[in-house]
DNA sequence: AAAACACCCAACCGCAAGGAT
DNA sequence: GATCCTTGCGGTTGGGTGTTT
């Protein structure tokens, strides 16, 4: 039905005004409703990913840093392709941009690091990466109220790693899960010894009040080589927006 | 100068998951 | 429980641009 007589191809800039004037008036989401809402002969996917990979004001453009490139390899060898989870830890960065960056870059990557002598990026033969399923939030998880950008110590005593229902909105439940599907991934696995699987948090305290950026505390740690996993705060299956959201 | 090639990136497609009815 | 609808994701493609021959 939407395929027919939508315009395909690249977006012209009215078309990017009317969009941008759209979100601006009604905001994310709802993206059914965007073409007829912003007057835009598109369909509500082209819509959609014209606003997440090149409209949205928080999109960071132009070469990816060193630790951008650091993190994305370590966060690769423990995630997979999972590009969106590897964007969500690369703020302004999105899915798209990992994606292409990775496929243009893979190959250079590697062998610079290993021309370095840093700590060789680990292929998928070798690693096994953790593969979490995406997740959605429901309208009962207030993910927009987690303020909490340091996490207390937790006292819970995750038994599975099932995820949280979304019928007991706990703050918390995401982190616990990714903490616990972590940790008994971790048993398989002695992540300290080998140094090569990032379990940390970009959202630490400091990264709140910017006395840091969120690179340095990750790196930091992961470089700190403390044998106990250090993260402060569990990861956040949310694109950037949401992540954004939490600072 | 121009053709061929390589690279990059925006956009599309198909699918899976979750929510609503 | 079944079905439909919407959203989001990963894989892939195609066009534009830069580089090489």
Request: charged share 30%; proline share 5%; net charge neutral.
């Given at each position: 039905?939407?395929?027919?007589?939508?315009?395909?191809?690249?977006?012209?800039?009215?078309?990017?005004?009317?969009?941008?004037?759209?979100?601006?008036?009604?905001?994310?989401?709802?993206?059914?409703?965007?073409?007829?809402?912003?007057?835009?002969?598109?369909?509500?996917?082209?819509?959609?990913?014209?606003?997440?990979?090149?409209?949205?004001?928080?999109?960071?453009?132009?070469?990816?840093?060193?630790?951008?490139?650091?993190?994305?390899?370590?966060?690769?060898?423990?995630?997979?392709?999972?590009?969106?989870?590897?964007?969500?830890?690369?703020?302004?960065?999105?899915?798209?941009?990992?994606?292409?960056?990775?496929?243009?870059?893979?190959?250079?990557?590697?062998?610079?690091?290993?021309?370095?002598?840093?700590?060789?990026?680990?292929?998928?033969?070798?690693?096994?990466?953790?593969?979490?399923?995406?997740?959605?939030?429901?309208?009962?998880?207030?993910?927009?109220?987690?303020?909490?950008?340091?996490?207390?110590?937790?006292?819970?005593?995750?038994?599975t790693s099932s995820k949280p229902s979304s019928t007991s909105p706990q703050p918390n439940d995401d982190i616990i899960w990714w903490e616990s599907l972590?940790?008994?991934?971790?048993?398989?696995?002695?992540?300290?010894?080998?140094?090569?699987?990032?379990?940390?948090?970009l959202w630490t305290e400091e990264t709140a009040t910017q006395k840091k950026g969120p690179m340095?505390?990750?790196?930091?740690?992961?470089?700190?080589?403390?044998?106990?996993?250090?993260?402060?705060?569990?990861?956040?299956?949310?694109?950037?927006?949401?992540?954004?959201?939490?600072?």
């Amino acid at each position: 039905m939407e395929s027919l007589g939508v315009r395909k191809g690249a977006w012209i800039q009215e078309e990017d005004v009317l969009l941008r004037k759209c979100i601006d008036k009604y905001g994310e989401g709802k993206w059914h409703l965007v073409p007829l809402r912003a007057g835009l002969n598109r369909c509500r996917k082209s819509c959609r990913l014209r606003w997440l990979n090149y409209l949205k004001p928080d999109i960071k453009r132009g070469e990816f840093a060193f630790d951008e490139v650091d993190l994305m390899i370590r966060l690769h060898n423990l995630l997979g392709n999972r590009w969106s989870l590897i964007a969500g830890r690369l703020p302004g960065r999105t899915a798209n941009d990992v994606k292409n960056y990775w496929h243009s870059h893979h190959l250079k990557m590697k062998v610079q690091f290993q021309e370095e002598g840093r700590d060789k990026p680990q292929t998928h033969s070798k690693t096994k990466a953790i593969k979490p399923h995406p997740r959605k939030f429901s309208k009962a998880l207030p993910r927009f109220e987690l303020k909490t950008t340091a996490v207390d110590t937790f006292d819970t005593q995750v038994s599975t790693s099932s995820k949280p229902s979304s019928t007991s909105p706990q703050p918390n439940d995401d982190i616990i899960w990714w903490e616990s599907l972590l940790a008994e991934h971790a048993q398989e696995t002695d992540f300290s010894a080998s140094g090569e699987v990032l379990i940390a948090s970009l959202w630490t305290e400091e990264t709140a009040t910017q006395k840091k950026g969120p690179m340095d505390g990750m790196i930091e740690q992961i470089q700190g080589g403390e044998g106990d996993f250090p993260f402060d705060v569990g990861f956040w299956d949310t694109p950037n927006t949401q992540v954004n959201h939490l600072i």
